[in-house]
């Protein structure tokens, strides 16, 4: 890789040798223990196969900016990157008629990690539901069985001003919302249109749990509390839905197996309160697919944006796929606003939990912190002070390169 040596050393480069992100930031640490998932062995493969599936509105220039970071990491880890970028989305229905070509399935399925961007657009707003692009990503965490969906919610120091919320209630919070991603109404049967005799449609669907779905999610959960600060809330509507009814039992049927962690349990309204009332409280959340979808994005906004957030989908067999927990931003598209953070933290999930280059991984959040400490900003994380770049910059900043030649990068 041609790189001149009048590049700044600082962020990506400068990993200390003693580096290790604060308690603060133990998100990020979290060990996956005896949970069996993709996460690999550690360093004993330094090639691996990434599939990259950009998607749709911001998707390519986030992954772009997360794919260069991935390189450049590799570089200088000793770590090679075969990428192999597919089709997905609303990418994917322009291009073949369908938002999860077959092939881009089968080239996920041997890869050693997928690295996604987002995917969905004004474009195929209407189109029927099999033919939407969401459909597509569905399909894709469905073939890949990533039932467990991490999603950490980490307040930067540098970034207090920016949440909506008040410094006090944001300082310190670290979080962590363990999505159950295969089940639940987004999966469940019947689910469709009709039409009663009278002319009067309906739309439905089914919010459907097995015994093994909720076992298999809460005891990774509980696997995840119990390397952080051993609090486990589990989220449910068990006052009204009989699919939450038996999530509950089941939790804590399984909490007996952990007797170590401290189990609470609270209705999904009431969560959804007591995460901008007081979200320190919470260490580590376990909830269904569209409970999770929804309080993510909350608990983005505590953070400063729901540009900041990552995410790792996890099977117990088979590649992981990482992405931000954002969509595909459609009023931002193409314009170089979108904020890259979270894809690139995605990446960096991706290298500790995917691969188990836990090492390059740090040396990823490190050079997000350095470029956070250097005041670099996106427009949704702005603040007084603080120096307002695009998405492009972002990436340049995090890999120590602005104003070099970054084309050098390959
Ligand atoms: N995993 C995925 O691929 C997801 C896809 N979607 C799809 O994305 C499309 C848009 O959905 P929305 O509900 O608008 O959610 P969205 O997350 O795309 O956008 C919500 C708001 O946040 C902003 N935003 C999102 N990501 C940002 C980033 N990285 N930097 C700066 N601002 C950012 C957007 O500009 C917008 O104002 C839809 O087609 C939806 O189905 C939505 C959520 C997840
Ligand atoms: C677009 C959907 C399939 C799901 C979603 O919003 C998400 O996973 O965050
Ligand atoms: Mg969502």
């Known amino acids: 890789m041609a790189v001149s040596l009048q590049f700044n050393f600082k962020a990506l480069r ?3 040798q003693d580096f290790h992100l604060s308690p603060r930031n133990r998100s990020f640490k979290f060990g996956l ?9 550690p360093t004993s493969k330094r090639s691996y196969s990434i599939t990259l599936l950009p998607g749709d509105g911001i998707g390519p220039e986030v992954t772009t900016v997360a794919k ?4 450049f990491t590799g570089s200088l880890e000793g770590i090679k990157f075969n990428f192999r970028e597919m089709l997905l989305g609303g990418a994917a229905l322009d291009e073949t008629g369908v938002p999860l070509p077959d092939e881009t399935l089968s080239v996920a399925k041997q890869s050693d990690a997928i690295l996604l961007g987002a995917i969905g657009g004004y474009k195929w707003d209407k189109n029927e539901k099999r033919l939407k692009p969401e459909t597509g990503l569905l399909q894709l965490r469905e073939g890949l069985k990533v039932y467990a969906n991490l999603r950490p919610a980490i307040v930067f120091p540098q970034l207090m001003d920016a949440s909506t919320l008040k410094r006090e209630i944001v300082d310190g919070v670290d979080l962590v919302v363990v999505r159950e991603l295969t089940g639940g109404i987004y999966f469940g049967k019947p689910r469709g249109f009709s039409t009663d005799e009278n002319g009067e449609e309906s739309g439905f669907n089914t919010e459907i749990y097995t015994t093994h779905q909720i076992d298999c999610i809460t005891r990774f959960a509980f696997e995840i509390a119990q390397k ?3 609090k486990l809330c589990s989220v449910d509507k068990a ?3 009989e699919a939450s009814m038996l999530w509950r039992r089941r939790v804590l049927a399984i909490a007996e197996e952990y007797p170590d962690v401290e189990l609470s349990h609270m209705y999904v309204d009431n969560a ?3 995460l901008v009332r007081y979200p320190k409280q919470f260490d580590t959340i376990v909830t269904n697919n569209i409970f999770g979808d929804i309080l993510s994005d909350e608990a983005a906004m505590i953070t400063g944006s729901i540009g900041m957030l990552p995410s790792a989908s996890l099977a117990d067999l088979g590649p992981g796929i990482f992405e931000p927990i954002h969509g595909s931003a459609p009023d931002i598209a193409g314009q170089d606003k979108a904020n890259p953070f979270a894809t690139v933290l995605s990446a960096a ?3 500790k939990y995917g691969l188990g280059e836990e090492k390059a991984a740090e040396r990823i959040d490190y050079a997000v912190l350095d470029t956070l400490n250097r005041g670099f900003r996106t427009a949704d994380i702005y603040s007084a002070g603080t120096k307002l770049v695009g998405c492009k910059q972002i990436g340049e900043e995090i890999m120590g390169l602005f104003g070099s030649a970054v084309g050098a990068v390959t």
């Open 14 to 16: 400068s990993l200390p």
């Open 33 to 41: 223990g005896l949970v069996k998932c993709s996460a690999a062995s």
């Open 68 to 71: 260069n970071v991935l390189d």
């Open 228 to 230: 952080r600060r051993g």
């Open 239 to 241: 006052n009204v839905l």
């Open 272 to 274: 959804s309160m007591q």
């Open 349 to 351: 999930m991706l290298l």
